[in-house]
């Protein structure tokens, strides 16, 4: 009998979600095979079984999320009679927890809700779903569905009339956080409390950059910054690092996490071993990560041992910015839009020039703004002097 517990995805995750089992109760699966989707910080990902068997019982129903390391399904043989009595006592309990937290809610409702003169509000349930989610009274509705049947259109005309009575503001809409939100919160609130943090901010001049890009067909800006961040890497090393207790790690390995947006909102996949690659690698591998996280098809390994991030909203238009560090790392690099504006040049000349916003963010424990200051200005000097033979 093997148990298959919640995995353990990134350092700061705590908890997962079943977002779909792949694999039903009786049949076989092998190793390798894909078991079930789970839905973490960053997006939905298939996880694989770890043993062969035949899937006995699934302890943890979809769309419930339990903590790391928890007991969700049991594989065995075939023929293999195994004791599920101490699993089923722990969902047995669960349950019942569950039914009486329904029995009071039920009860409250009860005692909260105005009956109409057959005993009961006439709701349709996805409008009374929506009323909640929305924070309407639905006893301040009028139906105009069949004999005073409240709908959902009648609950989103209510919008736009009901006032929050807690702070006497109109609510135009309640959204709920996904999984993916709320790992996103939490992670940046971490970040913001226990993180004293600094951004340095330079002008990059951009000529060298944009003409590498047209010798170099295919690569894109994004591509040359990701490479050049991690030959800079190399030769300030300080800052790929993270601090763990009174040590500060640092890493050999340039593994540059690359802020991609999706439809499932930014995942941050890593592209490894940057420092050891051609620029035309790494811009294979940015692009097949993309791919991959438009289809959410994204691995664990894909996320996994990032130890700096680049993240360039240039693309979008905007100019600068102050990033926030991806925990656990030290450093963050931000790229902003590339746009001409006049400049005095060396011969004290007006010259218009591209010019580049790059906003680099570090952990002030342990790295000092003299030390900071020499990577940022490492990493502006190297994109204005780049050539081809750099990548």
Not at 290 to 305: P, V
Request: glycine fraction near 6%.
């Amino acid at each position: 009998m093997k148990e298959v517990i919640m995995p353990r995805l990134g350092v700061t995750m705590q908890a997962g979600t079943i977002s779909s089992w792949l694999i039903e109760e009786g049949e076989s699966v092998e190793k390798g095979e894909y078991l079930f989707e789970l839905e973490t910080e960053k997006s939905t990902i298939e996880i694989e079984a770890q043993e062969s068997g035949v899937l006995k019982k699934i302890l943890v129903p979809e769309d419930e999320e339990v903590s790391i390391n928890t007991v969700i399904a049991i594989i065995g043989e075939g023929d293999e009679e195994i004791d599920l009595s101490k699993y089923e006592n722990q969902n047995n309990d669960s349950e019942d927890n569950k039914e009486a937290e329904k029995e009071v809610a039920a009860a409250t409702q009860v005692a909260e809700t105005p009956k109409s003169n057959d005993g009961q509000i006439k709701i349709i349930p996805r409008a009374r779903k929506l009323a909640k989610e929305l924070g309407i009274a639905i006893e301040t509705v009028v139906g105009t569905g069949k004999d005073g049947l409240i709908t959902e259109k009648d609950i989103q005309n209510a919008t736009s009339t009901t006032v929050n009575g807690s702070d006497g503001l109109q609510v135009k809409e309640k959204i709920s956080l996904n999984n993916v939100k709320k790992k996103m919160a939490e992670n940046m609130a971490n970040s913001w409390r226990t993180i004293p943090q600094f951004t340095q901010v330079v002008s990059v001049n951009m000529e060298n950059v944009l003409k590498v890009k047209k010798e170099l067909d295919g690569v894109t800006v994004n591509d040359l910054l990701v490479k050049t961040v991690g030959n800079a890497v190399s030769e300030y090393s300080i800052v790929n690092s993270k601090l763990e207790g009174n040590e500060v790690i640092v890493y050999e390995d340039v593994n540059v996490c690359v802020a991609i947006n999706s439809e499932q909102g930014l995942v941050v996949p890593v592209v490894k071993n940057v420092e050891k690659k051609s620029v035309q690698e790494v811009s294979k591998e940015i692009k097949a990560l993309g791919e991959k996280a438009q289809t959410n098809t994204l691995s664990i390994n894909d996320f996994s041992y990032g130890t700096i991030t680049v993240s360039n909203l240039g693309s979008l238009g905007i100019e600068t910015g102050t990033p926030i560090i991806n925990m656990p790392q030290s450093t963050l690099v931000f790229a902003g839009a590339i746009t001409k504006v006049p400049v005095v040049n060396e011969n004290d000349q007006i010259v218009i020039a591209p010019i580049m916003k790059l906003s680099v963010t570090y952990d002030h424990r342990f790295i000092d703004g003299v030390t900071a200051a020499q990577f940022t200005n490492n990493l502006k000097n190297a994109l204005e002097t780049l050539t081809v033979d750099h990548l």
